[in-house]
Each structure stands twice: as structure tokens, then as C-alpha cells.
């Protein structure tokens, strides 16, 4: 069966570096995605990785991918106020269809 | 482009009440989705669409009906509402199984009492 799982809660002081994880357990995901969700909004795709690479980095934005430890992670530098929002790791092993996890609600205070 | 459109924002139904979720995407979009975001969870597929005509069910699917007649409109019908389907819905598309092409709705808020 597919689970992703994240830890529900970060907070950290401006202008550090956060570190959000994510485990799944789908083996065969072929892509592994990040969205952030800012308060009474829709979801907004920041970035996403095919499972054959192990980072891929954009701007602030690093992510990390461990295939053998099924451990995805995504590290924002410089962490501003507007940076907080809940972010969603996903696993998609069927193009169709993506399974997220449960968020993390990242708080970033001054 | 107006993107992903969901109607109504909010809404609040009665046990055994009946609606329609509406959702419209101006983007050309062949595949497209309904989720539904419980509290304090992440989303939960609970129908999703390849192209016109075709739909398939997701993890949740029951308790709700989608069709999809035309490639801009994919609504969600709730036919006899239960307070488990309290819950914040969104609309996504994308153009083809490309995930950097995915665009979620703003979402509408239920509650059924």
C-alpha cells in the first residue's frame, strides 16, 4: 500500500534554514513532488523530482532524495516570513495519480 | 486564463441534502481531479479524469458521482450529504501526466449538519 508521512510541525527563525522530511513507501514512485498551501488556498507545486536523481535545487529551494531509505526532503534557505505556509510532499508511481502526505505547517517567526 | 474555478466558496448542507460542485478549467487541461482536505490531513484523490468521457474513482469515492462531458468542466455530486463529508474540496488539472503542469482550485468549503 502507498503512505507518505511528514512530520506535522516546524517552526524556525527567520532568515535559517528549514528542512521539511518526508518518508514513503512506494518503491516504485517515479516522480516525488513538493506543494505549499498558504491559508485558504489551493495547493501550488514548488518543485518536484524524478526518482532517478538524488537532488535537484532551485533557488532557495534543495531537494533531497534517498531511494533506499525512501526519505524525500526539501530545504528552503534564508527561511522568510512568507515562507510559511503547510507544505505537502507526494509520490506518484502511476502518472495519473498523486498520493500526499499529511503537511507540515512550517511557522516562521521573526 | 482564469485557471481552475471552483463554485460555491462555501456552502452548508443538511443531512441527505444533494448539491454539485462545480469545477471549470479555461486551460485545456485533459486530465483533472476532485480532492477532498479534511482537517489537520492531507488531500485525498477521490476522482480524477484522463480526457472527456472518461472517469475513474480515487481512494474516497464513495458517497460521490462525477462525469466529465466536455474537456473545461468536471463537477462533483454529492447525492445524499452525511456530516462525514465536511470537509474543504478541491479542483486540480493538468495537461498531460507532467506533474509541473498541475493547477489547483481555490477550493470550496462544506459542511454538512
Known amino acids: 500500500g502507498e503512505d507518505v508521512e511528514q512530520s506535522l510541525f516546524l517552526s524556525v527563525r527567520e532568515g535559517d534554514s528549514s528542512v521539511i522530511n518526508c518518508t514513503y513507501t512506494?518503491?516504485?514512485?517515479?516522480?516525488l513532488y513538493w506543494y505549499k498551501q498558504e491559508p485558504g488556498a489551493g495547493l501550488q507545486l514548488l518543485t518536484y523530482?524524478?526518482?532517478?536523481?538524488d537532488m535537484k535545487q532551485d533557488q532557495r529551494l534543495t531537494v533531497l532524495l534517498n531511494k533506499k531509505d525512501k526519505h524525500l526532503s526539501l530545504r528552503i534557505a534564508d527561511t522568510q516570513t512568507g515562507d510559511s505556509a503547510i507544505y505537502f510532499c507526494a509520490e506518484s508511481w502511476d502518472t495519473d495519480k498523486l498520493i500526499f502526505g499529511t503537511g507540515t505547517r512550517l511557522q516562521v517567526f521573526p | 486564463n482564469a485557471g481552475v474555478t471552483q463554485t460555491p466558496k462555501f456552502r452548508i448542507l443538511k443531512i441527505g441534502q444533494s448539491m454539485t460542485l462545480q469545477c471549470t478549467q479555461d486551460m485545456n487541461h485533459n486530465y483533472m481531479y476532485w480532492y477532498r482536505q479534511d482537517p489537520g490531513m492531507g488531500l485525498k484523490l477521490i476522482y480524477y479524469s484522463v480526457g472527456a468521457g472518461i472517469t475513474d474513482k480515487g481512494e474516497v469515492p464513495n458517497g460521490y458521482n462525477v462525469s466529465r462531458s466536455t474537456t473545461e468542466d468536471f463537477p462533483l455530486r454529492l447525492e445524499l450529504a452525511a456530516p462525514s463529508q465536511t470537509s474543504v474540496y478541491f479542483c486540480a488539472s493538468r495537461l498531460g501526466p507532467v506533474a509541473d503542469t498541475q493547477y489547483f482550485g481555490p477550493g470550496t468549503r462544506l459542511t454538512v449538519l
Open positions: 523530482i524524478f526518482s532517478n536523481m
Open positions: 512506494d518503491s516504485s514512485s517515479t516522480y
